[in-house]
């Protein structure tokens, strides 16, 4: 390995991208809640009924996923010929959805596993590959649907089981995203740089308040991003963190005060902005990897496009707990995955 | 992209590693039952019950993670602070075999699932970071047990179910590779190309003939791999899947046949060497992502490093279902991913 190869990881944990990987397009597709909510008219598809026509939740979930990479091929002008790898990942036991929804691609597959953060993992993983040489376009693409994830996590909906305040909702919705290296094409927006998350555990073992689980991972990913690229927080327009939700932005704000860093101003969380938390009775925020996704898609990289921001730290977040290991009594460690998104000048 | 970098990329999904990346070191960990079978004296460390000391399945199989990873950094005469990211996965939903085992290494995680692939999974995209310059040296883990296993797909162990001929046995094992583009070390083998498999469905819905349903896939991704190498079978001294098993075995040589490609003479399987059938009572062979990757480290890795094999496609292979689109009536797809590996010849 060349010297001057290696010179593309930086500090302990992140990666600078000599030549910026660009968001060529997007695309996003939620589910009825989510087409009722603040960001409504931003996104590209609104299912009529959240079944999506299909026989179960499951299968609904791997159609959102088909349809996000549909509609982002389509808006790139691309053929699935033309895409060498897609990235994928859900939050289902065994990564169904996915397997379900992009076997018609043909496509060959990484699957990828990051919890609620996997829209950063895929982002990441996929920068690298083009940046790398590797691949001329890739595909990132990754979901959630309310019905799958509780039944996967918690209780059948049937049950009608009451949820604290501190609950977070799973977004139904699938955010699919084209990765090019290719200067010459329209883009939304470059991938400059990631910083790949560690496990964080601080012990705590509710899974009705996930985002206190996954502020301790969003605080490590944020303060080593900002060390490794001896940057501030004001060096970015926002800090975005993936579904922390009301509780866990408490958390991740009071745990970077304590470093002496304070995001108070740059912070943004996708989980908030998704839902009018108040009418939409969502307690403290959506959730899942389609939240995320589709805030990355619809909403982030649109403000990053009109140059209203010029770059943002992108966090998903992720709890790394299933329903065996939360039944045993394990604690439920976070994970987040950091992308720098900034906007392309041309 | 420069042109040269753009380069890697060979065929229709493959990539050509220009410089190799290296297997520094491994380690394989695993239960009692491998530990009576023919590779027995080839692993590095056998447990004396398949709880290793643990209170729970899922718990012993986090432990072999940790357990394997640990050697493979001793062999090494590295520490965990050297190792960039560590690539990982497991069978278990929501990969928690990685979660709990590997939170202590406090490493940048990239989490991966491919089903019993994810073994050949984590290698190609540890060896893409490490080619690419984004890493120096990385760690790739993958983890099967069966108790857990058999829990997560199947029935309770309590119940005493029958398995059919055709059934495979998961093996209780993992497996730890330390990646690193560093020339000068010594090192076991190379891995000097990769080609990434599609999904492929042939409509199989039988979760206890797994082979079969994973021979499709299996059969596409050689394929795919001696066009985009132009090789020949007899290019490679052994083609190894990962655990098709004596019934996925004979449908790959078939299927293999059908489109003109004779690897009877080269073709070898991890879950048919790792037991001995009809001792142990195994029936089709050993399976899960701890099958290929300890018979990996103990029995390919040991033949490459004698210069007995000067080159292998090591094709582990993975069947995508879940407990619950087994239950909804689903299909079993199938995914492989190929891996070249060669002797380093000093």
């Known amino acids: 390995m060349s010297k001057e190869k290696s010179g593309y990881a930086i500090g302990k944990q992140s990666i600078e991208m000599k030549e910026p990987v660009y968001i060529r397009e997007s695309a996003s597709v939620v589910g009825t809640k989510e087409g009722q909510g603040p960001l409504a008219e931003l996104f590209d598809m609104i299912g009529q009924d959240d079944m999506f ?7 609904a979930e791997s159609s959102l996923q088909k349809d996000a990479v549909y509609l982002a091929l389509g808006k790139a002008g691309m053929k699935k010929e033309e895409i060498r790898y897609i990235f994928a990942g859900d939050l289902l036991g065994q990564s169904i959805a996915s397997s379900f929804g992009l076997a018609s691609y043909e496509m060959p597959l990484i699957g990828m596993y990051g919890a609620c953060s996997t829209c950063g993992l895929t982002l990441s993983m996929g920068a690298i590959t083009v940046a790398g040489g590797f691949a001329e376009h890739v595909v990132c693409v990754t979901s959630s649907h ?23 909702w799973t977004v139904t919705g699938s955010g699919a995203f084209v990765l090019s290296g290719d200067k010459g094409a329209k883009s939304r927006a470059a991938i400059t740089g990631i910083t790949t998350g560690k496990i964080m555990d601080y012990g705590l073992k509710d899974s009705m308040n996930m985002g206190a689980c996954m502020a301790p991972s ?4 944020i303060y080593q991003n900002l060390m490794d690229f001896n940057r501030r927080p004001s060096d970015y327009d926002k800090i975005i963190t993936g579904d922390l939700g009301t509780v866990g932005q408490h958390a991740l704000i009071d745990l970077l005060n304590k470093k002496g860093i304070d995001i108070s101003g740059q912070h943004m969380d996708c989980g908030i902005e998704i839902y009018d938390a108040k009418e939409q009775d969502t307690h403290a925020g959506g959730s899942g990897c389609g939240c995320s996704a589709v805030t990355l898609s619809a909403y982030i990289l649109k403000k990053l496009e009109e140059g209203v921001w010029k770059r943002v730290l992108f966090v998903p977040t992720g709890a790394l707990l299933s329903k065996t ?17 900034e906007t392309i000048t041309g």
């Open 325 to 341: 290991s939360f039944n045993e009594g394990q604690t439920v460690p976070g994970i987040a995955h950091g992308v720098v998104l």
């Open 53 to 59: 026509g299909c026989a179960s939740w499951e299968e």
């Open 146 to 168: 309310f019905a799958s994830a509780e039944k996967e996590f918690r209780f059948p909906l049937g049950y009608g089981n009451q949820r604290p305040l501190s609950a977070s």
């Open 218 to 221: 969003a605080c490590d990913t």
